[in-house]
């Protein structure tokens, strides 16, 4: 078992005791108006000591359920453990956020850019300096993210195969699905991987949209792990659900046939078979109307609600059991 000293944390250039609350500022650059933009980071410790639990989103500043998840946790005052450190982080990708971005304003996606470089773009710049200030500190790491662009994704931890610490984790949290996936080059939780810190990727709902129930799966998931690790207060309430996360091990994206309107047909979430009406597509002049049918058995967790699409997108990702899963189709959007 690991023993944790009851000992100052220096973090940021400041002195942080057991016991003590303190809010610091990651600050990295201005905006072209000199405007300074500094990035909060909320840092509760307990007066006994014990792990510390790093907390991000807004990795992507267009991911908002991520962010109302961290919100909602810090203002329920879940953050402060019963032992241990907690350090919270709800929008690490503030330019981004303030645009309602996905990336940077140099068009870089932060997550394709760590660990980071001292002196390439400002994505990077922000990698690095986070990679070396705060996430050594870090003995486990959450970060919670969103469907990019039109794509809702359905409640679900990431974790890569093989992995079966991390995996045991992943139950301790408890979504509605874990789903295996293998690590991105330059992502935050290949680099959480690299630095030997169990890091588990919370995937939900869609981006520049708030969903309740997306925002209490991640909150619940948060009290879960933090209760296994005994970080929890007393005064909170853990949760339980009799339903079992389902473990999808194999999966792919089914891609548009045909360019025009998309009308979805089944939630996220569901479980089809093979040849199940999924959708239609049409053109807007009404002599066109394909039905999409479900290629096999499985879970659909995630579903692209755009109204209009081209041929060749991703409209659904469904679990299978007899597909390898291919570079193209585990790609994250």
């Given at each position: 078992?690991t023993e944790y ?9 400041t002195k942080?005791s057991?016991?003590?609350s303190k ?5 990295i ?6 405007t300074k933009i500094e990035i909060?980071v ?6 006994v ?5 790093l907390i991000?989103a ?7 359920n ?7 946790f810090i203002?329920?005052?879940m ?5 241990g450190?907690?350090?919270?982080i709800?929008i ?8 309602a971005?996905?990336?940077f304003?140099?068009?870089k996606?932060l997550n ?15 990698a690095?300096?986070f ?12 970060d919670f993210?969103t469907g990019g ?5 359905a ?14 984790l992943?139950?301790v949290?408890?979504?509605p ?8 080059k330059?992502?935050?939780r290949?680099?959480c ?10 995937e939900?709902?869609?981006s520049l949209?708030s969903d309740k129930q997306?925002?209490k799966h991640?909150?619940?998931g948060?009290?879960?792990v933090?209760k296994?690790?005994?970080m ?5 309430e853990?949760p339980?659900t009799?339903?079992k996360?389902?473990?999808?091990e ?5 891609r548009?046939?045909?360019s025009g309107?998309?009308h979805?047909?089944?939630p996220?979430?569901?479980h ?5 009406f999924?959708?239609t597509?049409?053109?807007p002049?009404?002599t ?5 049918l479900s290629?096999?058995d499985?879970?659909i967790?995630?579903?692209n609600q ?5 041929q060749?997108?991703a ?5 299978t059991?007899n597909t390898?899963?291919t570079e193209?189709?585990q790609?994250d959007f």
């Amino acid at each position: 078992m690991t023993e944790y000293k009851n000992e100052d944390l220096i973090l940021l250039n400041t002195k942080i005791s057991p016991g003590e609350s303190k809010t610091l500022n990651f600050s990295i650059a201005k905006l072209y108006t000199s405007t300074k933009i500094e990035i909060p980071v909320i840092v509760e410790r307990a007066a006994v000591p014990g792990p510390t639990v790093l907390i991000t989103a807004g990795i992507h500043g267009d991911e908002i359920n991520g962010v109302e998840v961290v919100r909602q946790f810090i203002a329920k005052k879940m953050n402060r453990p019963k032992r241990g450190t907690i350090i919270c982080i709800p929008i690490l990708n503030i330019f981004g956020f303030l645009n309602a971005q996905r990336e940077f304003p140099d068009g870089k996606d932060l997550n394709r850019k760590f660990p980071g470089t001292k002196h390439g773009s400002l994505a990077s710049r922000v990698a690095y300096h986070f990679t070396k200030e705060i996430v050594p500190y870090a003995d486990y790491c959450l970060d919670f993210h969103t469907g990019g662009a039109s794509r809702f994704n359905a409640a679900q931890i990431r974790v890569q195969p093989n992995d079966t610490k991390l995996l045991e984790l992943a139950k301790v949290f408890n979504p509605p699905f874990i789903v295996f996936s293998d690590l991105l080059k330059k992502s935050y939780r290949a680099t959480c991987h690299d630095l030997n810190i169990p890091s588990l990727l919370f995937e939900g709902g869609k981006s520049l949209e708030s969903d309740k129930q997306i925002a209490k799966h991640g909150v619940h998931g948060i009290l879960r792990v933090l209760k296994h690790l005994d970080m929890l207060q007393d005064s909170f309430e853990v949760p339980t659900t009799e339903t079992k996360s389902v473990l999808i091990e194999k999966s792919k994206w089914l891609r548009a046939q045909k360019s025009g309107l998309l009308h979805v047909k089944v939630p996220c979430h569901k479980h089809v078979v093979k040849g199940e009406f999924l959708a239609t597509i049409t053109d807007p002049y009404g002599t066109m109307r394909f039905k999409v049918l479900s290629p096999n058995d499985g879970y659909i967790i995630n579903v692209n609600q755009s109204p209009i699409i081209y041929q060749g997108d991703a409209i659904f990702h469904i679990s299978t059991e007899n597909t390898t899963i291919t570079e193209t189709e585990q790609e994250d959007f």
